[in-house]
């Protein structure tokens, strides 16, 4: 806080404080007050409300887990933004977008199949990109699919030659 306090007597244009996964240091203050490490991060938190109960600037937060956020942070944004799934016909424009090879109707499938987010959508084609470069051979669209369903942890692995890539032993 003291760094953008600096920044914005520097700059011309006010600065953007960004706090990313922002639940790590902002969510729910812990009521068990016996443990001394709940006591710290209870009173690091204290410090960081104060210091948003008085900031001048802009402050941009983002999580995953909006749900963890301790009511008292979560009065202090003037501002709250939900950013949802993209809808099917986005999530299609997405794989075409990030891998052109592929036709419309592997598209549609892909979106219709996986409930992804778009950050999910790219580790998938980072972890094709991987196996295409350590492979030097390109991934049809049945190892795509195989990527696809190995992206969730939950997912039970079979046994192929893309299991080289991500959490999956080789």
Known sequence: FNNYKNALKKFKRTPIL???????????????????????????QNIILEELENFEGILIATTNLEKNFDSAFERRFLFKVEFKQPEAEVKVKIWKSKIPSLSINECEILSEKFNFSGGEIENIVRKKEMYEVLKGKTINFNALLEFANLEKLNKKLNKKDTQEIGFIKS
């Open 18 to 44: 960004f706090i990313n996964e922002a639940d790590a240091i902002i969510s729910k203050r812990n009521s068990n007050h016996d443990s001394s490490l709940s006591k710290t991060e209870n009173t690091i």
